[in-house]
Nanobody, 119 residues
Framework: QVQLVESGGGSVQPGGSLKLSCAFS????????MAWYRQGPGKQREPVAI???????NYANSVKGRFTISRDDAKHTVFLRMNSLKLEDTAVYYC?????????????WGQGTQVNVSS
């Protein structure tokens, strides 16, 4: 059973930076595309960034140029570096592992980590 544990959330002023981490365990890390989603107050959960097992990335338009997703296959960890944070980036950020592109039906979620951007 895949387990995902996020860390690194917190409070920051506009323009600041945070780095989120997601530790993956319970299966073969390279058999999963990894992604970050977020859910802001009163909003639906939305995709933020995704990275495939071979390192291809894609970003939501709202975070392009500010956020960077990366993965460390040796440590089974995915990261989200967030720079130039804005008030509207306030949300609970969730790590996602999706095995379907690799013939694995499993889709898994972490418990979420809170990011607050306020002045």
């Amino acid at each position: 059973q895949v387990q995902l544990v996020e860390s690194g959330g917190g409070s920051v002023q506009p323009g600041g930076s945070l780095k989120l981490s997601c530790a993956f365990s319970g299966s073969i890390f390279s058999n999963y595309a990894m992604a970050w989603y977020r859910q802001g107050p009163g909003k639906q959960r939305e995709p933020v960034a995704i990275i495939t097992s071979d390192g291809n990335t894609n970003y939501a338009n709202s975070v392009k140029g500010r956020f960077t997703i990366s993965r460390d296959d040796a440590k089974h960890t995915v990261f989200l570096r967030m720079n130039s944070l804005k008030l509207e980036d306030t949300a609970v950020y969730y790590c996602n592992a999706d095995g379907r592109p690799y013939g694995n039906a499993g889709v898994y979620w972490g418990q979420g980590t809170q990011v607050n951007v306020s002045s």
